[in-house]
């Protein structure tokens, strides 16, 4: 056997879905991410981002970037252990730590290897990670580089979190959950789930890549939403959603930080974040804090966003925030649907089986605080006309 015979039959795969038109991965984009973008040379409507701030086209993060690249050069040409740490680095690490209330920070290059070097750091072999089954796949990845076990718990049941969290009293546990679920936008219960780390002795890490900038008063995320910043031991959180860049961190006491500044594969063995993505990241960090009506305007947005599509009749889950899933089912079904919607002129992400349960084929959609109110009508028309013609709404 060939190792590649695999990839011959995926391409094959790949060329019969693209022939029958059902493929909209690795789609070209051929402008900057903002409300609307080139695809094909065609205008269209951006529901499939995740700047929900509208910050990488600010004219304040693209200067701080170019002013960085000027002063640091384009990268550091190594780990943050070694020769990769520069000040700017530091700084933004000592930001972090007090936009979260949190001891300490630690930036590293993606959301992604912040999630695998945190979590592989501290779930040694005489611990155990509990996962809700719709947590991302890094913190799942994360879980598989790690010595210790994991165990994955129904979407916010609560009932069997506390059952797996009674079944290891002598172990360390550290529950990890997003804040707000990627797919579908909906909650994590953390007030529940504080509680039950507190009763059985577990620790609290937060994934918070898409609620930092659009949950709680000041935006610091799901954890400010409940009033629970404290009691969330890790705060972890990415710079590709509100921050306008790419890079990852984690917040949280002194002595975490340290240990996994030390320990983790993710930071050790890989480059340091660039100072271009730095500075942009601390820039967008400035902005959250002081215009507080990005975030209401967001949050406009996402009220209008998800009502229209609930009163054309669509089944938008448990969403209550700027993620917005129309929920079609079938994947054939959700593929029509995107290709309806290509053709009316608006983006949106077809979201199937293995990454949502079978059944629960949906278009992921995501607003941003630089959407027009024009631009959200025009995109639920374009919605109206697709469900009606794929036969999903009446
Ligand atoms: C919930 C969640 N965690 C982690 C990540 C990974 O972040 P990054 O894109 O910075 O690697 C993402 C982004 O896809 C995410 O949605």
Redesign the pocket.
């Known amino acids: 056997m060939d190792i590649f015979d695999k990839c011959f039959s995926f391409k094959q795969q790949v060329e019969t879905v693209k022939r029958e038109g059902k493929y909209f991965y690795f789609r070209k984009i051929s402008s900057a991410q903002g409300p609307e973008v080139i695809l094909n040379g065609h205008r269209m409507i951006m529901l499939g981002s995740?700047n929900y701030l509208g910050l990488t086209e600010d004219a304040r993060v693209k200067e701080a970037a170019i002013a960085a690249i000027k002063k640091y050069g384009t990268g550091c040409a190594g780990s943050r252990l070694l020769n990769g740490t520069v000040d700017i680095h530091e700084a933004l690490e000592a930001q972090i730590a007090s936009f979260f209330g949190k001891e300490a920070a630690v930036v590293f290059s993606?959301?992604?290897?912040?999630?695998l070097g945190c979590i592989q750091a501290l779930v040694t072999q005489d611990s155990i990670a509990i996962l809700d089954k719709f947590d991302?796949a890094?913190?799942i990845d994360g879980c598989r580089l790690a010595y210790g076990d994991f165990k994955r718990y129904p979407h916010n049941d609560m009932k069997s979190l506390e059952r797996i969290l009674k079944c290891h009293p002598e172990r360390g546990k550290l529950i990890l959950v997003?804040g707000i679920f990627?797919m579908e936008g909906d909650l994590a219960n953390l007030p529940e789930i504080v509680s039950l780390a507190r009763k059985y002795g577990a620790r609290v890490m937060v994934?918070d890549?898409?609620g930092i900038g659009v949950m709680g008063e000041n935006g610091k995320g799901t954890a400010e939403h409940f009033h629970l910043e404290k009691e969330v031991d890790i705060i972890?959180g990415?710079?590709?959603?509100s921050l306008a860049t790419?890079?990852?961190f984690i917040a949280a006491r002194k002595d975490v930080v340290e240990y996994v500044k030390h320990v983790g594969r993710a930071l050790l063995f890989s480059a340091s974040l660039a100072p271009p993505l730095v500075a942009a990241a601390s820039t967008a960090f400035k902005i959250i804090e002081a215009e507080p009506e990005r975030r209401e305007q967001l949050w406009r947005n996402a009220h209008f966003w998800l009502n229209g599509l609930k009163s054309l009749g669509f089944d938008t889950g448990y969403s209550t925030t700027p993620i917005v899933p129309v929920i079609i089912g079938e994947a054939d079904k959700t593929f029509e649907m995107c290709y309806y919607l290509e053709e009316y002129g608006v983006f949106v992400s077809p979201v199937v089986p293995p990454a949502v349960p079978p059944g629960r084929a949906l278009l992921r959609t995501s607003v941003m605080a630089t959407h027009t109110q024009e631009q959200l009508e025009r995109a639920l028309d374009a919605f109206a006309q697709a469900g009606r013609k794929a036969g999903i709404i009446s």
Do not use: L, V, W
């Not at 993606?110 to 999630?115: D, K, L």
């Not at 990415?238 to 959603?241: A, Q, R, V």
């Open positions: 995740n993606t959301g992604m290897q912040a999630n991302h890094s913190i997003d990627s994934d890549a898409h972890m990415t710079f590709s959603k790419i890079g990852g």
